[in-house]
């Protein structure tokens, strides 16, 4: 990887940013949270905070808007990753940018905000693939203070309220921030300044992550939302805000340059360019983006006409392009490699890995779950292999082509063999 001067991050060095930019690509809709002060508007142009997107969009999609934000702004020194839901709640999503701009743009600085609950598991690969900065949520180090924070968190398929869930927050948090630390990430903490509830604990978070070895604190006074549960509290008054900031300051640096970047803001902090290019984005998000990285798609075909092989049954798939003209070309017929088991999906996502997609009359969870973690969309459909390709590369609904009776097979045993 190219030699990249960390120093650049304009949220971490103040100095750095009057002439150094940086991108958030809005790649993580999904949130494992509920705090009681977050209302997700997805496009709400004239709103400047974390959560509000003009635009969702997928890892190859980011590519395209990378390279072309890159064209209006080449001040641009840093791409992350904030949301508009948490980065790592769908930590799928996520790596799968970050292996994209690890492979195309090695040249820039890696970040991403997250509220670290679901972020320890992934901090080493993390890492690997060149994340040099990470910003974590850290509201409360007393968990009788967090409980009235968080609605709820979600850990897999559990869902905790209440004093287990500011519980479970708190140890997930710092358990993160000291993982991104271990692998060499630089780290820094927001802290939202909440009247009544935060403004008299701040210091002690400081206090917290200066024992963690965190590089910079930020102090955010909220931003009431309407219709959440701290819609009706006041924002903190600058005399607030700058008490707490020297109080926290003697135990962690201050961020005093924060401007509440919304999750696909770009350009200079002070000069921030997310509203002018807010139709260039959105038009982005519905361009289904046949990118250098997976041109192809895979079919589990009999014939090669129609789309009416289980995943697990071929023996070989048919590798499709689509041409300059909007035609598709059958490329190859690619053997599946053999095997059985768990090992047998990853060799296959391996195999696909130039494929965006693969389509299959019917596969199992497990395959279908390694093909997502490896960036390969599975498809359970039926019908002519040219409409499901010419619908999928269109941006078309696929559930049209599901099976009529719902079913990914028959029969099927659950025992991770894809039937």
């Known amino acids: 990887m190219a ?18 930019g940086r991108i958030h690509l809005p790649v ?56 508009p839901g948490d980065s790592m709640a769908d930590p799928v999503r996520t790596l799968q940018t970050l292996r994209l701009l690890k492979e195309y743009h090695p040249e820039l600085l890696f970040c991403l905000s997250s509220n670290g609950l679901n972020l320890a598991p992934h901090a080493e690969e993390l890492a690997e693939l060149g994340v040099t900065h990470a910003t974590i949520t850290l509201n409360a180090v007393d968990p009788e203070v967090g409980k009235q924070i ?27 921030i000291r993982e991104l630390k271990k692998h060499g990430v630089a780290v820094k903490v927001n802290s939202i300044i909440i009247p009544g509830l935060t403004d008299g604990h701040c210091v002690e978070v400081a206090r917290q992550a200066k024992a963690m070895g965190v590089d910079i604190h930020n102090l955010i006074p909220l931003k009431p939302a309407a219709n959440t549960p701290f819609g009706a509290l006041p924002e903190p008054d600058k005399e607030l805000v700058a008490k707490l900031r020297k109080q926290a300051g003697e135990y962690v640096p201050q961020m005093t340059h924060c401007q509440r970047c919304r999750s696909d803001a770009v350009g200079l902090l002070h000069k921030d360019r997310s509203q002018e290019l807010a139709q260039a984005l959105k038009d982005v998000s519905r361009q289904t983006c046949e990118t250098k990285t997976r041109p192809y798609t895979a079919v589990a075909s009999r014939e090669g006409l129609l789309v009416n092989q289980h995943l697990g049954e071929a023996e070989a798939f048919h590798i499709w392009a689509r041409e300059s003209d909007g035609s598709f070309r ?52 039926s019908g002519f292999i040219s409409d499901n390709l010419r619908t999928l590369y269109d941006g078309g609904d696929m559930s049209a082509y599901a099976p009529r009776n719902g079913k990914a097979c028959s029969g099927c045993s659950g025992g991770g063999e894809g039937c």
């Open 28 to 83: 993580a809709p999904s949130c494992n949270v509920q705090c009681n002060y977050c209302d997700r508007k997805y496009d709400c142009v004239n709103e400047s905070r974390p959560g509000v997107t003009s635009a969702v969009l997928n890892p190859e999609q980011a590519l395209l808007w990378l390279d072309q934000a890159l064209a209006r702004e080449p001040r641009i020194r840093v791409a992350g990753i904030a949301g």
């Open 150 to 176: 968080y609605a709820w968190v979600r850990v897999e398929n559990v869902l905790y309220q209440g004093l287990k869930a500011a519980e479970v927050m708190l140890d997930r948090q710092l358990a993160s």
């Open 330 to 381: 059958l490329v190859e017929q690619r053997k599946a490699p053999k095997g059985g088991g768990p090992k047998r999906w990853r060799d296959l996502a391996s195999c696909l890995s130039d494929c965006r997609a693969v389509m299959a009359s019917a596969m199992g969870e497990t395959p279908r779950k390694v093909m997502e973690e490896n960036g390969v969309t599975p498809y359970v459909v």
């Open 3 to 20: 030699t990249r001067d960390r120093n650049l991050h304009p949220c971490f060095n103040k100095k750095a940013s009057c002439a150094n």
